[in-house]
């Protein structure tokens, strides 16, 4: 008997995670109906666990749910841009420079393993590159005691996923976020919380500003 890959771990998680990637990656396109039976089907699950899985994504901000209409992904904004890139600015290049001095030797390696993974994801132009992008900024806020801000900082990441992949669309941003990670992650390896702060301050103001000049133009088009 065939192995359903939804069985390895619990149906939910395992769901959540599949359709998550699935919206991140564009598959899922905003301001059409998630026609739930037609995913189900692609999924080889039943309607009720999908259901399950995008009312969690409703409560990470990822999708929102109409009267009638059924679910729909959220649609990127502006506002909400400037609300996620507020919230990170406040949080992680605090919890990245407090993370530098409790990391330990095996924490410390994996952040430079997720970055050469990052790297080569870039180079190929994979699709990867989103949770690769979002491991490595983790790798450098989880060591360390504190828990709950690690968690929201990883919820934020979540969220600001999508607007980290339109922001890299643009030629050459790849290199230069390239540059910045290599950046903090030698200053997070020497234990400079000071650098580290700045660095990561910097490289999140700097996405935020293409980000701002990006919804201009869109809206001065539209």
């Known amino acids: 008997m065939a192995t359903n890959p939804f069985e390895v771990r619990t149906l939910s998680d395992r769901l959540v995670e599949v359709v998550r990637d699935m919206i991140l990656s564009g598959a899922i396109e905003q301001n059409v109906p998630i026609r739930q039976d037609a995913l189900a089907s692609e999924l080889n699950v039943s309607k009720i666990p999908v259901r399950e899985a995008l009312v969690r994504l409703e409560q990470d901000g990822l999708v929102v749910s109409h009267a009638n209409r059924g679910f729909f992904v959220r649609a990127m904004s502006s506002q909400e841009a400037e609300e996620i890139y507020a919230l990170r600015l406040k949080l992680e290049p605090d919890a990245s420079a407090e993370a530098c001095l409790a990391a330990n030797d095996k924490e ?36 360390g005691h504190n828990t709950i801000t690690a968690g929201i900082v990883s919820r934020l990441h979540i969220m600001a996923d999508r607007y980290v992949r339109k922001h890299l669309e643009f030629k050459g941003r790849h290199e230069t976020a390239a540059d910045q990670h290599h950046e903090i992650l030698d200053a997070w390896l020497t234990r400079d919380p000071d650098t580290v702060r700045a660095l990561i301050t910097s490289h999140l103001q700097n996405t935020l500003e293409d980000l701002r000049d990006e919804f201009s133009q869109a809206h001065n088009a539209a």
Do not use: C, W, Y
Not at 119 to 125: E, L
């Open 108 to 143: 410390r390696q994996a952040a430079k393993d997720i970055l050469v993974q990052l790297d080569a994801a870039a180079a190929a132009r994979s699709p990867q590159v989103g949770p690769l992008n979002r491991a490595f900024h983790m790798a450098l806020t989880q060591p």
